[in-house]
Each structure stands twice: as C-alpha cells, then as structure tokens.
C-alpha cells in the first residue's frame, strides 16, 4: 500500500507504503499550486494509493486572513488535486471540529472540505479534532496554558461539546493509520470519540511500518 502525507501530526502532506522506511521530499508550494499533477507525479512517479493532509496554520502565525487562505485551503487543494490525478484513490483531510461555522478559520476549514469532496476521490475520511495536544515547533506560553486548561475540562465536556474537547496528536496519528487503505467507497467525517476508537483499534498494529513520503514547504 502506498501512501502519500501532507503536512506536522505530523501535521503534513504524504504518500505511505507498507513494509519499508520513509522518506522526505521538499516541494515549492506556490509551483504545487501552479502545477499539481507534474509536481508530484516529478517528485513520487510511482504514484499512491492514498493521500494525507495535516497541513494547517493560523491566521496570527500565517500573518493574515489571505496568507492563513493560502496555506490552509490552496496548498490543501493543490496537493489533493495532484494526488487525484496521480492516482490516489483515498484522501484523508485533517480540518477541525466546527468546520464551516461561523468565523474565518471554520469559514476556511467548511470550504477546503467542500473542495475536496468535489474532485472526485473513490474515498474521503475528514479529520475534525477538537483542541490537540502535544508538542509544537513553534510553542506559545498561552498555547500551553491552554492545553492544560483543556485537558482538565475535556472530561466535563459531554454530549454535543465532547467533540471540542481537547485529544492528544499522537491519538489522532492512529487514527488515520487505521484509516488508510481502508475499501469501503463514500465520504465520512470523525470527531473526537471516533478518532478514539479508531486508535484503539489501531493500537495493536501501530509499530507496523508504513512507507510515508513525506512533502514539506
């Protein structure tokens, strides 16, 4: 099985087979968005099975509401139009618990859903965590504070707000390890309680490797 992740929780872009070792690949991202099916298919010509993205900023890291547009909705979308076309029967998307609400970040996540549904992919999972915990590249001291802060709440968050509660990335991670390569056709999405339980279902063959090629800015 191959398959390719875009994106860091690795939250990135990537292509993955099972039974050898992984590899990197640096893209230019603005040329991804001009020319999708030549970059990729030049940087992985075997082509994937399945296609990942994790990738995601914020508009206070990305600078603005355009440059958080760009980053979040086209380079997503750029990357799964030239895995489609590369071959990829499956595309699983890390958005964000709310997607489509109300305010600019849902607004974009709503919208980079919408747009891969369209092209056509055999199979779509859509990721929505709530608040994720773990280590980031680039830490904030409110971030962290938040974290905890989520961490103590989460368990008292029960019904409808259960998916805003806070979940570890690595949680996440196996999930969408044992979502890949998964037959069945059709479109679904996961909140918190399914990423869970899907992870504990992967536990067992969480050390099985996976060939990820994974593409970074």
Same mark, same amino acid.
Not at 115 to 136: E, H, K, N, T
Not at 181 to 187: K, L, Q, T, V
């Given at each position: ?27 230019? /991202? ?18 994937? *099975? ?18 958080? /547009? ?39 996540? !709503? ?13 779509? *999972?859509?990721?929505?965590? !709530? ?45 969408? *390890? ?6 069945? *056709? ?32």
């Amino acid at each position: 099985m191959r398959s390719l992740l875009h994106g860091p929780i690795p939250l990135s872009p990537a292509w993955t087979r099972r039974k050898s070792s992984g590899s990197d690949l640096v893209i230019d /991202f603005e040329h991804l968005c001009t020319a999708p099916e030549m970059t990729l298919r030049n940087a992985v010509p075997s082509g994937a *099975d399945v296609a990942i993205s994790c990738l995601g900023t914020t508009i206070r890291a990305a600078g603005s509401q355009a440059a958080m /547009f760009r980053v979040d909705h086209d380079y997503v979308l750029a990357f799964a139009r030239g895995a489609h076309a590369s071959g990829a029967r499956q595309f699983i998307l890390v958005s964000s618990v709310g997607a489509g609400g109300p305010g600019f970040y849902l607004r974009t996540k !709503g919208a980079i859903e919408r747009d891969i549904r369209a092209l056509g992919f055999s199979r779509v *999972d859509i990721i929505r965590p !709530g608040m994720l915990l773990g280590q980031r590249a680039e830490a904030q001291p409110m971030e962290a504070i938040g974290q905890r802060l989520a961490t103590v709440l989460t368990p008292l968050m029960v019904g409808r707000l259960a998916g805003y509660g806070a979940i570890h990335a690595e949680t996440v991670a196996k999930a969408i *390890d044992g979502l890949v390569s998964r037959a069945a *056709d059709g479109c679904r999405t996961y909140d918190n309680a399914d990423l869970r339980r899907i992870a504990s279902q992967t536990a067992n063959s969480w050390n099985d490797p996976v060939r990820t090629t994974e593409i970074r800015n």
